[in-house]
């Protein structure tokens, strides 16, 4: 299946699990559209300033890619700074947030899977 750019569903969420700003959520595809146990499938920018807050991943994982810019990633083990091109894997109760503190946008592909 292909999904052009300009068909994809976008949103937005102000302070997303209690971050700051708001952050633009492209939808790849729907959970609906996967055959594996799918929560989300999308391209997350956050703007200058903006973050996603702390949150658990309870009986999921998520995967992050970093498409561009930079920022922070907090986990349980401390904070670290990522970039284009790093990944993030959180899951089996692991929390973590998410801080733009660079001058661009920051994009992440974003998948979560269900147990």
Known sequence: MVRKF???KV???EKMRGGEGAVDIRHYF???EFGARTRLCAKLTLPPG???GE???ENEDEVYLILSGSGIVREQDGERQVSAGDAVLTGRGGSHAVFNN???PLEIAAIVILY
């Open 6 to 8: 300009s068909d994809m």
């Open 11 to 13: 949103e937005t969420r």
């Open 30 to 32: 729907s959970p609906e």
């Open 50 to 52: 903006a973050s996603i």
């Open 55 to 57: 949150h658990c991943h």
């Open 102 to 104: 660079g001058a661009t």
